[in-house]
C-alpha cells in the first residue's frame, strides 16, 4: 500500500472516515492479540481501566504497530507528512457481554485543537455487525460540537459514558473489518458500537490519535512519539521508547502519561468514570 487514492480522501472529506484499509497480515494482528493476552495473563489489571491508554508505551510490538508504514502513509495523506503519535486506546469487547461505546465526537473533551488529527481503528480481531463494530454518522464531521451528556453508565467504554442523544441507527455506517484492516475518522465525526453478541473477543487497538505537530493540547498535558517527518512547534513532552515488554521504566513512562491524560478526560467533571 502506498498513499490513500484521490476517490478515499474524497470519501474522507465527504463522508469523514475511511474504511477497510489494508495494513496489517492477519497473522499480525494475531500477534497483536497474542501480545494483549499476554500481558492480561501474566499481569492481571495491566490493562484495565485508565491503563488501556498508552499502550503502546508498555510494549514495543503495540509501539512497533503505530509506526507502520502502511498505516503512516495512510495518516499522512490526510493531515501531512509531520506526524506525531499522540495516544493510543484498547477497546476490548468480551463476547456476550454488556459494554458498548455511545454515540460521540471524539474531540468533546480531548482539548487537541485545531482539527488536524485523524484516529485510526486497527481490528485486531475482525470486527463486524454481530460483535459491534463501529457505527458512523457520515458527513456529521462538517458540524460543530454537539452536546453529549455524561451518563456514566457502567457499560460503556467511554470515560464520562458521554452520549450523544437521538443518533438514528438507519443514518449511520457500520464499519466492517478484517483482521488487520484499518479505518480512519475524523476528529468531529459521531460514532459510536454496540453489543458483542458473538462467541469471541472484539478487540481493537486504536492510535488515538495521530495529530499534525501543528496541533496543540489546550486544556492539559499530552505525552508523544514522532512517527514521521519534523516538529518544529514541540507543543508536547515526548515519551520513552519502550525497550522491554512491561519494564519498570515503561510501567512508569505509561503511568506518568496517563496521570495527564485522567487530568484532560476528566477536566472540569465533578466524577469520574472507570476509564
Known amino acids: 500500500m502506498t498513499m490513500l487514492t484521490a476517490d478515499q480522501i474524497d470519501h474522507y472529506r465527504n463522508k469523514g472516515y475511511i474504511s477497510s484499509v489494508s495494513a496489517l497480515t492477519s497473522n499480525e494482528a494475531k500477534e497483536i492479540r497474542n501480545e494483549i493476552e499476554k500481558i492480561e495473563k501474566n ?4 490493562l484495565e481501566g485508565i491503563n488501556r491508554n498508552y499502550v503502546h508505551l508498555i510494549s514495543p510490538l503495540l509501539n512497533k504497530i503505530c509506526l507502520n508504514k502502511n498505516i503512516l502513509d495512510a495518516v499522512e495523506s490526510i493531515i501531512g507528512k509531520n506526524i506525531l503519535i499522540c495516544g493510543t486506546t484498547l477497546f476490548i469487547k468480551e463476547k456476550k457481554e454488556k459494554g458498548f461505546v455511545s454515540f460521540h465526537q471524539d474531540a468533546k473533551y480531548i482539548g487537541l485543537e485545531p482539527h488536524n488529527w485523524v484516529t485510526v481503528w486497527l481490528a485486531v480481531t475482525d470486527t463486524n455487525e454481530k460483535n459491534g463494530c463501529m457505527r458512523m454518522l457520515p458527513g456529521s464531521h462538517k458540524e ?16 464520562r459514558g458521554q452520549t450523544i442523544k437521538d ?5 449511520t455506517d457500520p464499519i466492517i473489518l478484517k483482521a488487520g484492516e484499518i479505518s480512519l475518522h475524523h476528529p468531529l465525526i459521531v460514532h459510536g458500537s454496540g453489543l458483542n453478541n458473538s462467541d469471541d473477543r472484539r478487540i481493537g487497538f486504536v492510535i488515538q490519535s495521530y495529530i499534525g505537530t501543528n496541533v496543540n493540547q489546550v486544556i492539559g498535558k499530552m505525552y508523544v512519539q514522532k512517527a514521521r517527518g ?3 512547534h514541540n ?3 515526548y515519551s520513552e521508547i519502550p525497550l522491554t515488554l512491561m519494564g519498570k521504566k515503561e510501567i512508569i513512562s505509561q503511568n506518568k502519561a496517563n496521570k495527564e491524560l485522567s487530568k484532560i478526560f476528566y477536566n472540569g467533571s465533578n466524577k469520574k468514570g472507570k476509564f
Open 43 to 46: 499481569w492481571p489489571g495491566a
Open 144 to 159: 460543530n460540537l454537539k452536546f453529549h451528556e455524561e451518563k456514566f453508565d457502567k457499560n460503556n467504554l467511554l470515560t
Open 167 to 171: 443518533v438514528s441507527l438507519d443514518k
Open 230 to 232: 519534523e516538529d518544529k
Open 235 to 237: 507543543y508536547h513532552e
